[in-house]
C-alpha cells in the first residue's frame, strides 16, 4: 500500500527542481515567460503604433480645417461676387480692367479717325488729279479741234 501513497505525493509535490522559486537551477530551467527585452520591444511598437496613428489623425485633422478654410474662402468669394452683381460694385482689378479697355477703345477710335482723314485726303487728291486730267483733256481736245479748224482755214 506505501505504493500508492508514493504515487500520490509525487503526484501532489512537484520534484525540487521543478519548483518556480527554488533558487537553483536544475536539469530544466523554469518556462521562460516573455522576455524583458521582448516586453520593451512590444511596448515600443506600440508607442510607435500609438505615435503614427496620432500622426495621422493631426494630419487629417488639419487637411480637414485647410478643406474647410478653402470652402469657407470660396463661399465668401462668391457671395461677395453675388453682392457686387446686385449692388453694381465693379471690384478693383475690374476697374482697371475697364479703364484699360475704355483707353484701348479711345485709341482705335482716334487710329480710325487718322485713317478716314488719310483716306478722304486721298479720295480728294484723287479727284483733284482726275480733274485736272480732265482739264488737260480739255484742253488737248480743244487744242485739237482748233489746228483742225486752221488746217480746214488754210485749206
Do not use: Y
Amino acid at each position: 500500500m506505501s505504493s500508492p501513497l508514493h504515487a500520490k505525493s509525487i503526484l501532489q509535490h512537484p520534484l525540487p527542481d521543478r519548483m518556480a522559486g527554488s533558487g537553483r537551477q536544475g536539469s530544466f530551467p523554469p518556462r521562460p515567460g516573455p522576455d524583458d527585452d521582448e516586453i520593451w520591444k512590444q511596448r515600443r511598437r506600440q508607442q510607435t503604433e500609438i505615435s503614427a496613428s496620432v500622426e495621422r489623425a493631426r494630419k487629417r485633422r488639419e487637411e480637414e480645417e485647410r478643406r474647410m478654410e478653402e470652402q469657407r474662402k470660396a463661399a465668401c468669394a462668391e457671395k461677395l461676387k453675388r453682392l457686387n452683381e446686385k449692388f453694381g460694385c465693379v471690384p478693383k482689378p475690374a476697374r482697371e480692367d475697364s479703364l484699360k479697355e475704355k483707353e484701348k477703345i479711345r485709341e482705335n477710335d482716334i487710329e480710325r479717325e487718322k485713317e478716314t482723314t488719310i483716306e478722304k485726303e486721298k479720295e480728294k487728291l484723287i479727284d483733284v488729279e482726275i480733274k485736272e486730267n480732265q482739264e488737260n483733256d480739255k484742253e488737248i481736245e480743244e487744242e485739237k479741234e482748233r489746228e483742225e479748224k486752221e488746217e480746214v482755214e488754210e485749206i
